[in-house]
């Protein structure tokens, strides 16, 4: 497995509980980020960071911000206009302008009025670079009660905590491994390591 040198940027994120004893996988938004573009006026005077989420203040849509293009104006001026880069979108942006809120990824502090929609719902990004981007790696931390799992394809099986060929690796609680290509992402599948034991596992995705 991997060591934890620097891997690229923490992107996204998911966590699974196994509410029952069945064999779960990562899901393809963890591993793959398809970008959204929502074009936005009146932006100010907080200037949106990279990780930061937009809230559609009308519709509750929901959006993580991967880039910002600033084409006028400016942040301190509260004039800012230009695009924003989303990916993770839950929800639907209004088709007419509604006010744009947002949530600092720094401090989760809220900030009102942070810009206005002028796009209505988001379009996917038609650069393939910006549209399109795959995780380097992926940290798995085992939060709660052990699990087994696989990285090539096949289904690990419940074994009563114990590492047997054929059934998957044993990983406990309290322990992170990472997952260093896209096969082994799109692969890793788990399962509970002792029947019933609602074990917890969080994924982060790391991208350049």
Partial sequence: MKTMEYIGEPLTFE?????????ASISEGTYQIKNRMLGFTGGGTYEPLVGDVILGGSSAAIATITKVVLTTGTWAGGDAAGTFYLHNQKGTFNATAETLKLIKAADGVAVADAATSVAGDSALADTKILQERTANAMLVTVLANPINYTVEGSAPTIDGNTTIPGRGIN??????????????????????????????????????
């Fill in 171 to 208: 990983a406990v609680a309290n322990t992170n491994f990472i997952l260093d290509s896209i096969q082994q992402m799109k692969n890793f599948k788990w399962i509970n390591g002792t029947g019933s034991s609602n074990a917890q596992v969080r994924f982060q995705g790391y991208f350049d």
């Fill in 15 to 23: 966590r699974q509980l196994a509410t029952s004893d069945a064999v």
